[in-house]
Each structure stands twice: as C-alpha cells, then as structure tokens.
C-alpha cells in the first residue's frame, strides 16, 4: 500500500481514565506500526457518536480512513454505520463489544478489515466474582453490584461471569446501574442508600463495580455516609496505571483489564499492509490484582 494508513479510534468519554489509556495505547502503537491515527471521543452520548462516524465516513479522498476502531456507546454496536463504513471501504473494529453482525459483515466484505477486539468479559466477570467470595465473611452476604450500561455486552457478560463465580455461596448481588462513569456510580450508591433509609442497619459487606471509575464515585457515597461504611470493601475494573487505586488503598481490589486499542491497530495495520485477513475475534486475558489467595488472607 503506498499511502500511509490511516485509522480512527472512536472512543466513549475523555474525562475517562481508561478511555484516556486506550487512546494513548493507539497512539503509541500506531506509530510503532507506520499508522496514522486520529482519536475521537464521543462525550458518552451515541447520538453524538453516531454523528462524528458518519462524518468519517463521508470523508473522501486521502484523508479518508482505510479502517474505524471503536467503542461504541451503544451496545448494539451500531450495526447501520457500521455497514455504510464497510460499503465506503472503510474496516470497522468493534472494541469490547460483542454483536450478531460481525460474522456476516464479514462474510460480505473480505476486502476490509471486520473483526472485535475485547478482554474476556466473561473472565472479568468471574475473577470479581472470586474477589467477592474472598473478601466476603462467611454465610449469605449483601454485595451492592454497581454494572455499566445494561444494553452492553461487556456489562452483561461481567455480571454474568459473577454470577457464575458466586454460584453456590449465598451471597447475594443487589444488582444497580451505572453507566461507566464517576458521577454514575456516584448516583448508584446514592440510590441504593436512599432505597435502605428506613432499615434500623444498613450493613454492606462489599461494593463490587464494573469498572475503576464508578468504583471512585461510589467510594464518595461511603465515605460521606460514616465510619462503618467507609470501611466497606470495595472492588473494580481496569487496574488503571498499574492498578494504582488499590495500592493507594482506595479500591480493595481490581481486575486488570489491558488497553484493547493497541492490539487492534496492530492487526489492521499489518492487514492493511500486508492484504492477509485479520481474525473475527480477539480475547485478551484479564488478571486480579491482587491475586485471590492473598485477598482471602486480608479476611
């Protein structure tokens, strides 16, 4: 390919550490790779979204991408524009999204690049769920469960991989719904505290949430809500900067998502200057920090 390739990482929500990381990550790796990159964030609203990729899409001449990575808002994954950025010859890469079309998509467009790049959400399901059972003190327990967007794969698989893990124990998940941000998971805990106002106790053993993020704002509530529930345990999602919040103390734990944008600018990379086909699908491996054993010894 004699022009340089040219990729657009859509991403959710600058004001987000995560999202601040992967769009570092494809910067990084893309001129690793002999790419050029333009990152784009969509202020969490699919609207806007939806609005920013049609713009690319309607892009012509060189400074057309050859392939869109994204995030979408939305959980469907945003099937419509994805199908008018492949009709323009644009690839398209879905990051930790997980839909039907793929597979059609890519039966109906060899020439460019279709595929997901995601962590195993299941996996990141099921490694909080092990945190939880470790930190949990013994019979059937309360755990407020803040997840992210319901309409999402990621969110779904996450608490479906919980349920997996705690299956058996007795413990109990008071499921409430944020939606990835601090100010949602802010919003949450409010909410939940408000639902238990009239109860003589409001006892929590843990707060687990779907990512770092809701985990700070819900550590707010708690903090402002007294003693005892400051002190709850408290877990999250994307062990951000070396999973810097749990060895700060202010998470008790985390599972350490790695950044999905620079692996997939890497593939359609070399698929763009190579012409090979890159996979449907690519599944990272999450990790707990810290690892099971020892958070059962914090007990």
């Not at 057309?64 to 995030?71: D, K, S």
């Not at 808002?73 to 079309?101: D, F, H, M, Q, S």
């Not at 843990?206 to 707010?220: I, L, P, S, T, Y």
Request: proline share 4%; net charge neutral.
């Amino acid at each position: 390919m004699a022009q340089k390739p040219k990729v657009v990482v859509a991403l959710l929500d600058e004001s987000q550490e995560f999202q601040r990381l992967q769009a570092d990550d494809a910067r990084s790796r893309a001129a690793e790779s002999g790419v050029s990159v333009d990152v784009v964030f969509a202020e969490n609203s699919a609207i806007f979204q939806i609005q920013q990729l049609y713009k690319v899409i309607q892009i012509t001449g060189e400074q057309r991408p050859h392939a869109i990575l994204v995030e979408t808002v939305a959980g469907g994954g945003l099937e419509r524009v994805a199908r008018a950025a492949v009709r323009a010859g644009i690839g398209w890469v879905l990051l930790n999204r997980k839909v039907p079309y793929i597979a059609s998509l890519r039966e109906e467009n060899a020439g460019v690049p279709v595929m997901t790049v995601s962590t195993d959400q299941l996996e990141i399901g099921r490694l909080q769920g092990r945190q939880i059972r470790a930190l949990v003190h013994g019979g059937a327990q309360d755990v407020v469960y803040v997840q992210g967007p319901s309409d999402t794969s990621a969110a779904q698989e996450r608490l479906q991989g919980a349920r997996e893990a705690l299956e058996g124990s007795g413990i109990d998940l008071k499921v409430v719904d944020g939606q990835w941000t601090e100010a949602s998971g802010e919003q949450a805990m409010e909410r939940w505290l408000r639902l238990k106002r009239f109860e003589k106790e409001t006892r929590i053993d843990v707060v687990a949430c779907q990512n770092d993020a809701m985990a700070v704002g819900a550590r707010r509530v708690l903090a402002a809500a007294g003693p005892e529930l400051a002190r709850v345990p408290l877990t999250g999602v994307d062990g951000l900067d070396d999973a810097r919040l749990v060895r700060k103390g202010e998470l008790t734990a985390t599972v350490i998502v790695p950044s999905n944008t620079g692996p997939a600018v890497k593939l359609v990379a070399d698929a763009l200057r190579n012409g090979t086909r890159v996979p449907e699908r690519l599944l990272l491996p999450p990790v707990s920090f810290p690892e099971i054993d020892t958070l059962a010894r914090l007990r």
